[in-house]
């Protein structure tokens, strides 16, 4: 069968299961979207800036776990691609980006609209290309959906010139792979998993350190299994909240440099530390000479270069979570460990990390508990960037995986509204709440009316503090109080919604709260409240750049009570 | 810090060694000298690079060169038994006078004189670093006009090194030359 390259990518997209593309449409790419009309069964999502669709398509991939997909036009389109493309790179969400370029006469020449897309996200693919063929689509679809998912995911890029698009080639999409540089270990090595069970065995203040990994592998059933047969305390990276119920016993929380006090200090006194799908990054080890100084590390990957990349490890496993939990489960032996979990119980109401003071004027901790409890916390949770998202980890109890869609790696401010984009198209019968601060809602703003077109019954919070939160915070802390460029101001958000057409709401006063949320919930489609909120609060506990796990700073406290 | 020979077989494709260089610069690596070149299968280069790091380090910039999907296998062959050359192209500036004893210093070297003009001659040289390094410094002193050196190429002694591949695994064909619209027949955008 002949096709043009524009329909062998759609029908190799169908063929992947695509059903949703995030993007925005412009001179190389038009002969792709000018072939859509003949494949209704791709709905395209039209965004307001590429960084959106990017960040969409991540969304997407997360909550739902499929691969993500967002297309934008060569040049402008393909660099503001970038962030939402490396967001998902740090965070190994899958995701595949198509890019539309220059015909294949112009490549080289700086032509109008020219950049070398392959060579800018070299460094933030998993692997990318450029296809100089129509006949080499359907091969490339079919690598590049495969590379994103299987292994650790992350994103791969398709670059596809504006004349290959029209050529003409036998369309026949291969049943075989031929990648002979991928080959992902799935089985742990037995040794180490026998290894692994020993020193698990012969612990006494073991803690688990579950983070993405978990969810990715979807193996939250091995991690419960694992932590309830050694009775092991787990503490979660941002990333990993959602993968252990936080209702659970053994759940202590978030560690890291905003972590629960007793999580961290859970993780100072351990004597084996049992890492699973996480990378050590610095905001959860905070110095890494100071790192669970008296534990032993065992460290579980699907990806060998994390082994060893950070902190020094005793026992490495290098696999897929799930098959290698579920190995290490039929060797550990049950326990009890009373002494060290309620060791660790005492820290926590000894550090009661997430009580909220009394106050008469309107606190973000506050709204976000308030989210929590009227939501039951049966939403998906999507936030942006700094002080709101790190309330938003610890206000909110997560118990199911993909419950809480936050950029963690690389950190984009604006990452909020079109994430929670693509988490809504991915769950529709989800709530979806978009929790997002002054600052970085203004980044992508424009999104607003992708909510509106596409009519995404999204919930949106605002937690307007007029200032840039954390850098403040951080000015507070650590450069006497010199608020250079963070102080903000803003749109009346309120009115910019009911502009784009969205129902809103501004509430100043905490008794509001309750009654605006029951309100958004209720409304049917989109709703944004903007919570007026104090302006300087800081986050709490938080351990100081370059300060080990264990030297927290805790909120000063008139009286710290039980809990 | 010691120097590390890594070699690698990666897929013959455009841009590969852009995607191993930029990986050692944005890990802050410095690549001492890298040699690539065809091996005994089709479509897939041989790549030996020498770098300078600690064992942990350079253990860990394997892996991540692992990780590239172009980088069909890669091996730290540092600590192994191996076989290690670089050639180089000398011109050392020549007299009458003192062409006869740059041609003893070159046969001592076993190396060889590929080309000779009224005022230098032209030598080529096999070896290890050292060896090379050793006639280079005997050579200078009759003044040295142009230096070009390949990078080590190395390969483990025995049958079966590292990179052996096990089974002729199907390779992609090569690209057919294939005629493509010149800028006047096709408009941009």
């Known amino acids: 069968m002949k096709l043009n390259g524009a329909q062998i990518l759609c029908e190799s997209l169908i063929k992947e299961g695509v059903d949703t593309m995030f993007g925005f449409p412009g001179g190389a790419v038009l002969p792709f979207y000018d072939i859509l009309p003949e494949y209704p ?205 936080q209702s659970h016993v053994l759940s202590f929380g978030m560690l890291g440099m905003h972590g629960a006090a007793c999580a961290n200090l859970a993780v100072d006194a351990a004597d084996l530390i049992i890492a699973i799908g996480m990378r050590f990054d610095d905001r959860a080890t905070a110095k890494v000479s100071g790192f669970a100084p008296h534990a032993q590390i065992i460290h579980i990957d699907i990806d060998p270069a994390e082994i ?159 200032f840039l939160g954390m850098v403040r915070q951080w000015q507070q802390l650590f450069y006497q109080r010199r608020y250079v460029a963070t102080p903000l101001s803003g749109p009346d958000f309120v009115k910019v919604a009911e502009a784009y057409g969205i129902a809103a709401l501004k509430v100043t006063d905490r008794l509001q709260v309750i009654p605006a949320i029951e309100q958004a919930m209720e409304h049917q489609g989109p709703f944004l409240i903007d919570f007026v909120v104090e302006p300087e609060e800081n986050v709490y506990p938080m351990v100081p750049p370059g300060a080990a796990l264990a030297e927290i700073i805790e909120e000063q406290r008139e009286e710290v009570g039980a809990r | 810090m010691a120097k590390h020979t890594l070699v690698a077989l990666v897929e013959d494709k455009p841009g590969v060694l852009n995607r191993v260089a930029s990986l050692f610069r944005r890990r802050g690596f410095n690549i001492d000298s890298i040699a690539v070149g065809h091996t005994e299968m089709s479509g897939l280069s041989r790549m030996t690079i020498i770098v300078d ?70 030598v080529e040289v096999t070896g290890d670093e050292d060896k090379i390094d050793s006639l280079f410094r005997l050579l200078k002193g009759f003044g040295i006009r142009e230096v070009a050196r390949t990078g080590r190429i190395a390969m483990t002694r025995g049958v079966a090194g590292p990179l052996t591949v096990d089974e002729a695994k199907p390779l992609r064909e090569a690209p057919r030359a294939k005629r493509v619209k010149s800028t006047d027949e096709i408009s941009n955008l």
């Open chain 1, 308 to 466: 060893g990349k950070n902190i020094r490890v005793d026992v490495p496993i290098v696999g897929d979570v799930a098959q290698v939990l579920a190995a290490l489960n039929k060797q550990v032996t049950s326990q009890s460990r009373v002494d060290w979990i309620s060791q660790i119980e005492e820290w926590q109401r000894e550090h009661p990390s997430t009580t909220i003071r009394e106050t008469e004027s309107l606190l973000p901790q506050y709204v976000i508990r308030q989210i929590y409890e009227t939501t039951g916390g049966n939403t998906i949770i999507v936030t942006g960037v700094g002080q709101h998202q790190m309330w938003s980890a610890h206000y909110f109890q997560y118990e199911r995986p993909n419950t809480l869609i936050s950029s963690g790696g690389l950190g984009p401010m604006g990452f909020e509204l079109p994430a929670a984009v693509g988490a809504k198209v991915a769950c529709p019968e989800e709530t979806v709440w978009c929790i997002a601060g002054d600052g970085g809602f203004q980044m992508t703003i424009q999104e607003l009316a992708t909510i509106v077109q596409e009519n995404l019954a999204v919930k949106i919070a605002i937690i307007n503090n007029r």
């Open chain 1, 41 to 245: 069964q791709l709905r395209h999502i039209l965004v307001r800036h590429e960084q959106g669709a990017a960040h969409a398509a991540d969304g997407y991939a997360r909550a739902s776990g499929k691969v993500g997909v967002c297309v934008a036009t060569s040049g402008p389109g393909a660099t503001n691609l970038v962030t939402g493309i490396a967001a998902a790179y740090l965070d190994s969400a899958p995701m595949v980006a198509i890019t539309g370029q220059v015909a294949r006469p112009f490549i080289g020449k700086d032509a109008f609209q020219e950049i070398d897309i392959t060579g800018i996200t070299l460094p933030i693919t998993k692997h990318n290309y450029l296809v100089m063929r129509a006949e080499d689509i359907a091969t490339v679809v079919k690598e590049a959906f495969h590379i994103a998912r299987e292994g650790r995911p992350g994103p791969v890029l398709i670059d596809i010139p504006r004349d290959v698009f029209i050529e003409e080639a036998e369309f026949r999409y291969p049943d075989r792979l031929n990648l002979r540089g991928h080959r992902p270990t799935i089985q742990g090595h037995p040794a180490q998993v026998k290894k692994a069970a020993k020193l698990i065995n012969e612990a006494k203040r073991p803690v688990i350190i579950a983070g993405r990994g978990v969810i990715i592998s979807g193996a939250c059933s091995q991690l419960k299994e694992l932590a309830e047969k050694g009775q092991i305390p787990v503490v979660n990276t941002l990333l990993g909240l959602g993968s252990f119920p």
């Open chain 2, 53 to 122: 790091g600690t064992v942990a380090s350079v253990e860990q910039v394997r892996k991540q060169l692992d990780k590239l999907i172009d980088v069909v296998r890669v091996s730290d062959i540092t600590d192994d038994s191996t076989i290690a050359r670089e050639l180089a192209l000398i011109k050392v500036k020549a007299t009458p006078a003192t062409r006869s004893e740059i041609i003893q210093v070159v046969d001592i070297f076993r190396a060889n004189i590929v080309d000779v003009a009224t005022d230098s001659v032209t």
